[in-house]
């Protein structure tokens, strides 16, 4: 006989879908929580955003719900002994070119949180951190936002440590990709079918797959003739070019105690500009001002945006012109202090976006059985730690309302041009000009 305990099938390991298996074998030890992931969750090559070098941990956010989430989420970066080693509060230094520090500084009132954070004048910045700003890029700024308590996590180490300790607690991991969607005369999805052909059921399917989701969703709506599966303009992959340079001994010296950079932009100019701390093998990483779709015919007339079909997304294959955004990034954060680095490391990072830069954490409204917990559009990695709490709350449909409608799969959602980290761009039209202005 079936069992009747709920059973959980997680597609994607990254930060939404292994958050989500760490905080369901916590709460039900004796449930059948699977994941399944085109790539071993311990290769030393990975496809999720999630996988890379580095991330953000910050909780300064002018969205009052980001902020306290991102609050939560730190203090179990700074606090459990699972995510405590992979973090390192740098602080962070945020030139602005908007009324955001001071948005951030009422926030943290408002939820009563104190911390080491202030704005400061474009003149003390450039003299903060012994002047490792002082050739930045000012021009429109109005302040500068220095938060002693962000910093910056080892992004693959961490996942890779949750996910082992999920594992040893009794989730399961299958590596293969996922290809479609399963349903049972109903319409109800009952779990995913695999390239290799093996099919993997569960109670709740739940798609924590990041860039893949559009593409994925559509596939299973040509097979199952459930054109209400789609994800329409709710969903689209976006791309964005990071780099690295390996500093020498006297650089690493200097920089090894700066803060994460951050060049803020409104949404008129287009996305803001990072670069973070080096990590122990000397490694400084910047990420560029570029998101771009890639768009393309998935199937016969269906167009959505979806990453490169080569192994591993082809990111590591990363064309001239999307290199020079990086060359962009180092000019804008150190100017001169940078103009000898070699950039020897170049990524493509692949993420999905919503319009408004809101999760997507809710029930698939196409068919039951079907959830979606994904979008981080560039900023989800901070959260690991709570992500699967919520999930687990959207399951057992115990979020807030407010949450509930922030994260709905259908909601109103606000025009893209208002999002400065919307993906502007088609990546083949960056490969055939690059338009001068920006740089």
């Not at 030393?44 to 941990?57: E, F, L, M, P, T």
């Not at 990034?329 to 990524?347: C, E, I, L, Q, S």
Request: include cysteine; glycine fraction near 8%.
């Amino acid at each position: 006989m079936a069992s009747s305990k709920p059973s959980y099938l997680i597609v994607g390991a990254g930060v939404f879908g292994i958050s989500t298996a760490y905080h369901l074998i916590k709460k039900y030890p004796d449930r059948q929580v699977t994941i399944v992931d085109q790539d071993a969750w311990d290769a030393d090559n990975r496809v999720a955003a999630s996988w890379d070098w580095n991330k953000v941990v910050r909780a300064d956010y002018d969205d009052i719900v980001y902020c306290q989430l991102a609050l939560e989420a730190q203090d179990v970066f700074k606090e459990d002994p699972l995510w405590q080693p992979y973090f390192h509060e740098s602080g962070i230094f945020w030139v602005c070119r908007s009324e955001y520090a001071q948005d951030v500084i009422d926030n943290y009132k408002k939820l009563g949180r104190a911390a080491d954070l202030k704005a400061v004048s474009i003149e003390e910045a450039k003299k903060m951190f012994n002047g490792l700003f002082e050739d930045a890029n000012y021009d429109g700024a109005k302040t500068v936002l220095v938060n002693k308590t962000s910093g910056w996590a080892e992004a693959g180490e961490s996942l890779r440590a949750v996910t082992k300790w999920s594992l040893e607690k009794g989730v399961k991991y299958v590596t293969q990709k996922v290809e479609d969607l399963e349903f049972d005369n109903s319409g109800r999805c009952t779990g995913v079918k695999t390239e290799q052909g093996n099919t993997l059921s569960a109670s709740h399917v739940i798609l924590s797959t990041g860039a893949y989701t559009a593409k994925l969703l559509e596939q299973a709506a040509k097979k199952s003739g459930n054109n209400d599966l789609r994800a329409g303009g709710r969903i689209v992959a976006g791309g964005i070019t990071t780099g690295m340079t390996t500093l020498d001994e006297k650089s690493y010296e200097r920089f090894k105690d700066m803060p994460v950079g951050v060049q803020g932009y409104t949404a008129a100019y287009g996305p803001f500009i990072g670069s973070l701390p080096p990590t122990k093998d000397r490694e400084l990483k910047w990420w560029g001002e570029k998101i771009f779709k890639n768009t393309h015919e998935v199937l016969p007339g269906r167009f959505v945006s979806a990453p490169p079909s080569g192994k591993d997304y082809n990111q590591w294959d990363v064309p001239g012109p999307l290199k020079l955004d990086i060359t962009h990034a180092n000019d804008v954060f150190y100017g001169k202090n940078g103009a000898n680095w070699k950039m020897d490391k170049h990524r493509i990072c692949w993420d999905a976006f919503t319009t408004s830069s809101d999760f997507i954490i809710s029930p698939h409204a196409g068919a039951k059985g079907l959830y979606v917990a994904t979008c981080g559009s560039f900023h989800g990695y901070k959260f690991f730690p709570v992500l699967g709490k919520y999930v687990i709350k959207m399951l057992e449909d115990d979020l807030t309302p407010e949450l509930k409608e922030k994260w709905a799969w259908d909601r109103e959602r606000p025009a893209p041009s208002l999002n400065p980290d919307w993906p502007r761009f088609e990546m083949a039209d960056l490969m055939d000009r690059w338009p001068k202005a920006r740089l």
